[in-house]
């Protein structure tokens, strides 16, 4: 499950790329049971034109990478700013996934989560790195 949690705005002497940015504020827990914990994040974002999100409740927008196989976690950033506006926004996304696995069979794990989100133009953000997170059997 996750939950995303949004604010908009900012001063009009702010200016940002029309190409979403994000930085990870935070990650936590840093250490979890296997199938159990969940694993919540706390990004940062700015937007130039504002349109980060959709209305379309099947859009993905918002993905978390597992590199160690390559899963992907997608989630819907809900639309920021009325259409047609074009407005610089930034703002904090809070999201989770729900639990984390270990993929090679031991008792402990390790991952580093990769994250990005696009916007309606089809621009993808920079991609960020989480802390480390163990996981324990």
Do not use: H, W
């Not at 930085?23 to 199938?35: A, D, G, I, Q, Y």
């Not at 899963?71 to 926004?89: A, C, G, T």
């Not at 994250?115 to 309606?120: E, G, L, N, W």
């Amino acid at each position: 499950m996750a939950m995303i949690i949004g604010s908009t705005g900012c001063k009009k002497e702010e200016l940002f790329s029309n190409v979403p940015s994000i930085r990870l504020n935070s990650v936590s827990p840093t250490v979890v049971k296997e199938l159990e914990d969940p694993i919540f994040f706390d990004l940062e974002y700015t937007d130039g034109d504002g349109d980060l999100g959709e209305n379309d409740p099947d859009a993905k927008n918002l993905i978390v990478i597992d590199p160690r196989i390559n899963i992907k976690y997608e989630f819907r950033i809900q639309q920021l700013v009325p259409d047609p506006s074009n407005v610089p926004i930034k703002g904090t996304l809070v999201f989770s996934i729900p639990n984390a696995y270990i993929t090679d069979g031991s008792n402990q794990q390790q991952v580093n989560y990769q994250i990005y989100v696009k916007d309606r133009a089809g621009n993808q953000s920079n991609t960020v790195t989480s802390s480390t997170i163990t996981i324990n059997k």
